[in-house]
Nanobody, 119 residues
Framework: QVQLVESGGGLVQAGRSLTLSCTAS????????MGWYRQTPGEKQRELVA????????RYSDSVKGRFTISRDIAKNTMSLRMNSLKPEDTAVYYC????????????WGQGTLVTVSS
């Protein structure tokens, strides 16, 4: 299994920046994809913000393109999300996510970190 720990959330004013970090531990050699998702208050679904797919592609949500940058350090088993020009609508709990490959695929989530953007 893999454990994911996020950090870096907090309260920030609109227009400012924030960086989230995710550190993976455990069976990291099983990791095939990693990404950041978010869940806004009152919503049941988590939406993809940015991620590296199992095919090695980089994907961003249209709502964050040009503002957010995802990066990954495979050697350190970390992934970061640099969020610039934050907007109140970016307020959400942000989750680190990974897909592990065994005989099939297993999805693992971090505990989430709250980002609040004030206007």
């Amino acid at each position: 299994q893999v454990q994911l720990v996020e950090s870096g959330g907090g309260l920030v004013q609109a227009g400012r920046s924030l960086t989230l970090s995710c550190t993976a531990s455990g069976s990291v050699d099983r990791i095939k994809a990693m990404g950041w998702y978010r869940q806004t208050p009152g919503e049941k679904q988590r939406e993809l913000v940015a991620g590296f797919t199992t095919g090695g592609e980089l994907r961003y949500s249209d709502s964050v393109k040009g503002r957010f940058t995802i990066s990954r350090d495979i050697a350190k088993n970390t992934m970061s999300l640099r969020m610039n020009s934050l907007k109140p609508e970016d307020t959400a709990v942000y989750y680190c996510n990974t897909v592990l490959q065994y005989e099939g695929y297993l999805e693992v989530w971090g505990q989430g970190t709250l980002v609040t953007v004030s206007s």
